[in-house]
């Protein structure tokens, strides 16, 4: 038992450190005014997702985005962790955030520094985002997974999830979430749309993507470009939900376009690696 331990443990170390080594090349920041890339529903490890947050980084830059948020259900401790290793670039851009987990929806709370409270409604825990200068967006808005219907909190939201993996299971969830930034829209007209992957570490990062069109290449340009509406949501596939003009905009940056597949990068491949060691080292240290 103590040899398999010592196993595992050389196992993880390795890994780590091969994980800080076999990497993508860091992205150069895009001069604004500019159309970047984001996925701003994201879940990573230690959490609710299956790699830390400094490989989610080197997979939005392997698969072309600038912008990531870090949406852990009602947690905050995986984005503090990344930085406290220093293993965090300065590109693509990573924005704390949370999952706002309610009985009655979900919310993505982007750019928030402190946890909201979950048993708040809809329009209390709005207010309190944008107190903290933060966006609130309604995350994968179907019935099943969103039932307060405020139409006060549907007025003051910033964006509503429009584009989701979820569209590929079912085409009934594809409609709930259009009908409700429709209605969203008849209330609140510059609703921004978002398309997100609601990545765990499955789909592919990024397989539904929002295209941010913003005058500062940093995080409050993406938190200002959502409040502005200037968004264009994206995927699955390359179908685009937006305002005309802005439409026409995001079709004059595609050159970018996410890599095809569903595969990993190595530097990903590495860090399940580790995780899988360290799951072993404990399981190892239970039978002792």
């Known amino acids: 038992m103590i040899t398999a331990r010592v196993a595992a443990g050389v196992v993880f170390v390795a890994a780590v450190l091969l994980g800080t080594l076999v990497d993508v090349p860091a992205r ?3 001069l604004a005014p500019s159309v970047l890339i984001g996925d701003l529903h994201v879940h990573a490890f230690p959490a609710d997702g299956i790699i830390p947050v400094w490989d989610v980084q080197r997979e939005a830059a ?3 985005l600038d912008v990531v948020a870090i949406t852990n259900h009602n ?3 995986s984005v503090p962790l990344a930085r406290a290793t220093g293993l965090l670039r300065d590109y693509p851009i990573v924005i704390p955030s949370q999952e706002l987990t309610a009985p ?3 919310m993505a709370a982007i750019g928030v520094r402190e946890m909201i409270d979950w048993r708040l409604s809809a329009r209390a825990a709005i207010e309190k985002i944008h107190e ?5 967006i309604a995350a994968h808005p179907v019935a099943i997974s969103w039932r307060d219907n405020d139409p006060e909190a549907l007025a003051v939201l910033d964006g509503a999830e429009v584009s989701h993996p979820m569209i590929l299971e079912s085409k009934q969830w594809g409609s709930e979430l259009e009908r409700f930034y429709t209605n969203a829209r008849a209330v609140n007209p510059g609703i921004a749309p978002i398309g997100s992957s609601d990545y765990h570490g499955g789909a592919p ?6 295209y941010l069109i913003v005058d500062e290449v940093s995080r409050a340009g993406v938190l200002d470009a959502i409040r502005g509406g200037r968004t264009v949501a994206s995927g699955p596939g390359d179908r685009l939900i937006g305002d005309d003009a802005n439409v026409r905009l995001v079709k004059k940056h595609l050159a970018r376009r996410q890599p095809p597949g569903w595969g990993y990068s190595s530097s990903t491949w590495v860090a399940l690696t580790a995780i899988l060691a360290l799951g072993a080292l404990v399981v190892s240290g239970r039978g002792q």
Do not use: Y
């Open 132 to 136: 903290q200068g933060g966006v609130a």
């Open 28 to 30: 150069a920041s895009p």
């Open 62 to 64: 392997r698969r072309g």
């Open 205 to 210: 990062l990024g397989i539904c993507r929002t």
């Open 75 to 77: 947690r905050d401790f």
């Open 104 to 106: 009655a929806f979900h």
